[in-house]
Structure formats: C-alpha cells, structure tokens
C-alpha cells in the first residue's frame, strides 16, 4: 500500500450510487418494523391516523419533509462543530451536491480518531436524542425520524468504513469532494 489514498465519493457515480443502495438497506427495513410494531399496537397506530387525519395525507408528509431538513440540518452542524473542535482555524463549510447535504472543512487535517469523531458524532448525538423521543413523548413520528436519519448516514458509515479499510493511514485531510488518507502527516501536499 502507498502512503497517500484520494477519495472523491462526491465525484464516484459508481459510489453514490452504493450509497443511496446502503441507505435504502438501513432505512427500508427500520421503517417498517416501526410500521408493523404501530400496526400491532391498537393505540401506536391510533395515534399515527388521528395526527394523520388532523393534518392530512399531504400535511403529514410535509410535516415530515420539515422536520426531517431540520433534524439534516443539525446533523451538519454537529459535523461542522466537531470540524472547529479539532481544527479551530479550519474553514468549515456547508453545502448541497450530488442530492447529498455535508458540511466539510477543505484542507484540515485530522488524526484518524478525530475524523471519526467528527463523522459519527450527528449519528450518536441524533439518535440518542431520538430514542428518548420515542420513549418519552406519545408520539410515533419520532422512530420514523430515527429510521430515516441513521439511513441518511451512509455516507458517513462509508467514510469510517474507508478510514479503518486503511489501517495504515493515520492522517485524514477533509476536501470538498471526499477525504485524503495519509500515512504519515503530510508535510506539503
């Protein structure tokens, strides 16, 4: 293996395809367990028709869209804060490409273990909040939203799967389209 790996995943057709795939996987299926778990309980799936019903079929779709560009919204800036956290004079910006949300912070470097602070921190943060939600608030929203944000994770699970694939990569630059994985600390790049 050479000292230097370049991943341009938001240039990789062939990779963000995989990664809508991976997220149907991981939400697809959450999604209706939930269904079935409010379908079995009389009063789980009582309390989805009534808020339904008050808002309609259209209101409670956009209610989610909201909610769900919302909870995407916080996501990235959890990623942005942890990019400020470990690289306080790193440039951190958010945008929109390839149908995809992100927050990168172009040409910080990070040790392994702070790139992957930074990546799976929303996921940790999101659904721990999430799951208080569902066990806390008489709502059922709450692990449809959950099913639907860890999906929306691929692409951070895939960016922790390709920094620990490389295990003698110690080093990860943030650019705008991917990542850079270095073995030793790149002096000039």
Do not use: W
Not at 47 to 52: E, I, T
Not at 63 to 74: D, G
Not at 98 to 117: C, D, E, N, R, W
Not at 118 to 126: A, D, G, K, Q
């Amino acid at each position: 293996m050479g000292g230097k790996y370049v991943f341009n995943i938001f240039e990789d057709e062939v990779a963000m395809r995989r990664l809508n795939i991976l997220a149907s996987i991981i939400t697809l299926p959450a999604f209706f367990l939930f269904l079935m778990i409010d379908v079995l309980s009389t009063q789980n799936i009582n309390s989805v028709l009534v808020g339904m019903e008050q808002l309609g079929i259209i209101g409670a779709i956009l209610m989610i869209m909201a909610i769900m560009f919302a909870v995407i919204t916080v996501h990235e800036a959890i990623h942005g804060i942890f990019f400020k956290i470990f690289a306080p004079n790193g440039q951190v910006k958010f945008g929109y490409k390839a149908g995809l949300f992100y927050a990168t912070a172009p040409g910080s470097i990070f040790t392994k273990k702070q790139f992957s602070v930074i990546i799976l921190m929303p996921f940790v943060l999101i659904t721990v909040m999430l799951i208080v939600l569902v066990f806390t608030v008489p709502h059922g929203i709450y692990k449809y939203l959950l099913a639907l944000h860890t999906g929306a994770c691929a692409g951070d699970f895939y960016f922790v799967y390709l920094l620990y694939k490389y295990r003698n990569m110690e080093y990860v630059e943030d650019t705008d389209v991917g990542m850079t994985l270095y073995e030793k600390y790149p002096e000039s790049r």
